[in-house]
């Protein structure tokens, strides 16, 4: 097996231009070469969430994966003030232990895992009790529900509460408003739906929250927020060795991204996921969520009962393709099936004949001679703004 097929909410299978990029001359980070870069990268992540007002946007970028962005971030914006964490699955419940670990006043609201959050337990709880930041993730990956950033964004106005959004596995696929929904930072990884490498993290945030962290006790060295927007604000910088590679690889796939235009990007992900949905339903296949509760990069699915998830995975794997296994409560009932990344609809086809002929255990009558096949393929996706019908090549 040459080539994996990453069905998988990252890492993805990246770009070819991407992966040459990563190979780009050796220069080095203190020269204005690297100033050039960051600050083509923080103009593009400006682009790609769709700033209105962009001078009162800033974007930092950190070497390491999501979690440090959101370490960055929680470890940065409550000082001794109450942060309240919402959470519906495992990356809520993440939030919520790098919480704890930095800010004594942590409060947890738990919903059940795969339920969406009920806004009037929320409300009630921020009319009882002083919150200063409410903390949330936008995609809950383990279940693969979209969280509303609208109604909370609307609860933390009310209550004049700073947003922290975790927008890890949304951004490149989901639409992120930051100005309409009141969100004062936001965190996303250079390896899911922006299609590069894993190892670079970054945080959005408004120009007056940055500022803002200056007068906040500092509770990490490396993963101090105000740090990284002092060094890019003032020198264009960051504070410490930046893993130039891999900056070169995201500057490549965000300018994919705006290349293609943001709203074609996420309807062309869109687009896989139904694709990939309505065959997986043709297959009698059940789902964790209801459709409209689903981010656009990942289905959850409930595992028939006369397979096991690990044996599906293993037989998945033999034909090169890489699903997860649900996670906490869902791990051995439920399997994940990412559509980001280079994942053409003749890789979705491949996937689903794969698929089937494991289901229908007649594993041995699939012909293991079909070969995935990356890159462009005909791909019909409706494009969001003029309802044209297009497709990735004929554009
Ligand atoms: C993947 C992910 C993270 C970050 O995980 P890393 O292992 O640090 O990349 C955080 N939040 C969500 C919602 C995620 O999907």
Known sequence: MDKYL??????????????????????????????????????????????????Q??????????????????????????????????????????????????????????????????????????????????????????NSLADVGALSKVNDAVLVVDGVSSVGAETIDMEKNNVAFCSSSSSKAIGSYAGLSFVVGKRMEFEELKSKPAKSTYLNLHKFYDSIHKHSQTPNTPAVPLFYALEQALENILDEGVAYRHAKIRRKAEVLRQGMSKLGLRFLLESQDMCSMLTAVFVPSHITVASLRQQLREHGIIIYEGKGCFSGKAFQVGNIGELSDIDIQFFLTILQGILSQKT????????????????????????????????
């Open 364 to 395: 041995s009558s699939v012909p293991s001679n079909v070969t995935p096949i990356f890159g462009h393929t005909q791909f019909p996706i409706i494009h969001n703004d003029n309802e044209v019908l297009v497709t990735e090549d004929g554009r």
């Open 6 to 55: 990453l069905f998988t909410p990252g890492p993805v299978n990246v770009a070819e231009n991407v992966r040459s990029a990563i190979g780009k001359e050796d220069i080095c980070h203190r020269e204005i070469d690297f100033e050039k870069l960051l600050l083509s990268i923080e103009a593009k992540l400006l682009s790609l969430f769709e700033i209105r007002h962009k001078s």
């Open 57 to 146: 946007y800033r974007a930092v970028v950190i070497s390491g994966s999501g979690t440090a962005a959101n370490e960055a971030m929680l470890s940065s914006v409550v000082g001794d003030k109450n942060i309240l964490v919402l959470s519906n699955g495992e990356f809520g419940e993440r939030l919520h232990a790098i919480s704890t670990m930095h800010n004594s006043n942590t409060f947890l609201l738990e919903f059940p895992w795969g339920e969406s959050m009920d806004m009037d337990v929320i409300d009630t709880f921020l009319q009882q009790q002083s919150i200063d930041v409410i903390a949330m993730v936008h995609h809950e990956t383990s279940s693969g529900m979209l």
